[in-house]
């Protein structure tokens, strides 16, 4: 698409248990049960009560007697030391119990250094961990929402997990494994800096950086000639960026904000986005309400804004510009075909167009080339 139209000016970014604590159980006696001393003696006193009268008059009930009497007195002192054994057993317990709660878990004396350090690094893995799971999501989340949905994609397993969660087809994913020495045949690459020393050299286009140490996250495109063919690229196309900026202020069917001049004219503004404001103006008068879609943890210069909200800079004859718009964005393709077009409603209550392109953004356009 040639670049047509006045030069314009583009303004910038106005958008974007207690739960109860719950003290140890402490085992109850049950009301209303006697203990078993208690239950013997009964018994054998009913039983004496019932045969008296039969003892009076047989020798032999009287040794059958002594003999159930003495069985029984030895079932009471057995079970009596039984009891009396259980019931300081279960004091114990209960006095143990007692001073557990009132000790905290990690100060306890009878704790030993290394049980409290197993627990120490447990707690530190743990943390760990979540901080990975969090810096996979938030990369997955913005690639799949920012890069182009016709790039293959290269992941660590966990990463593909990710990726796929959020929507992210199958088929884009291409497994990376932990001793790749480079990227398999993919257009970009999501994986940990410190597991694949290889990436910023194959990968040398850095689109997003997410988390920090351990924990980082790149997302980076893939370049077949190489980082320093690429980092060449990249100055040229900086440079080209900041001129077509400097003509873009000057238009006069572009208002931009004093902010979006200083994004212009610093080169932090994508090609495509450039581009299709001076064609746009050339059939109607915009005013650039923000520019947007920064990547995290990227400067400007390298990965610049690739969303544009615009609205007519004119009262009348906005809605008619804005359905040739539409018509005219969903008609383009090659790098000039926007990822998403859609109407937005501006503060005030004016309809607005919001224009997205995809990550990454291509090199070389202002000099009719783009550079791998």
Do not use: K, N
Request: proline residues 8%.
């Amino acid at each position: 698409m040639p670049f047509t139209g006045s030069r314009e000016q583009q303004a910038t970014e106005t958008v974007r248990s207690a739960a109860p604590q719950i003290r140890p159980g402490v085992p109850q006696a049950r009301p209303g049960v006697p203990s078993w001393g208690p239950v013997l003696a009964t018994t054998v006193r009913l039983w004496a009560v019932r045969s008296w009268p039969r003892l009076r008059r047989s020798r032999r009930a009287w040794l059958g007697a002594i003999c159930v009497l003495a069985v029984a007195a030895a079932a009471v002192i057995t079970v009596v030391q039984l009891t009396g054994t259980s019931s300081g057993q279960a004091a114990a317990g209960r006095a143990a119990a007692g001073r557990t709660a009132r000790v905290p878990a990690a100060g306890r004396a009878g704790q030993s250094p290394s049980a409290r350090g197993g627990s120490g690094r447990s707690a530190g893995a743990a943390a760990t961990a979540l901080a990975q799971a969090a810096a996979r999501a938030q990369a997955a989340a913005w690639t799949a929402g920012q890069v182009g949905g016709d790039e293959t994609i290269a992941c660590d397993p966990a990463m593909c997990t990710a990726l796929g969660a959020d929507g992210v087809a199958p088929s884009r994913l291409l497994s990376l494994p932990p001793s790749a020495s480079g990227p398999p045949d993919a257009d970009i690459v999501v994986a940990s800096p410190s597991a694949h020393a290889w990436l910023s050299a194959d990968a040398p286009a850095l689109l997003a950086s997410v988390g920090s140490g351990a924990d980082l996250i790149e997302v980076r495109a893939v370049s077949p000639h190489g980082a320093v063919a690429y980092q060449a690229a990249l100055r040229s196309d900086l440079a080209a960026r900041r001129s077509a900026g400097a003509q873009l202020m000057h238009s006069r069917r572009i208002e931009v904000s004093a902010q979006g001049a200083r994004l212009l004219a610093a080169g932090e503004v994508d090609t495509r986005v450039m581009v299709t404001l001076a064609v746009l103006a050339s059939q109607h008068p915009w005013r650039v309400i923000a520019f947007g879609a920064a990547a995290p943890g990227v400067p400007l210069t390298e990965a610049p804004y690739r969303q544009v909200i615009i609205a007519a800079a004119d009262g009348g004859g906005g809605t008619a510009a804005l359905a040739a718009a539409l018509t005219f964005l969903r008609a383009q393709y090659g790098p000039y075909q926007p990822a998403q077009v859609s109407t937005v409603r501006l503060t005030g209550g004016q309809a607005g167009l919001r224009i997205d392109f995809a990550a990454p953004s291509p090199l070389g356009l202002l000099a009719g080339s783009t550079p791998g």
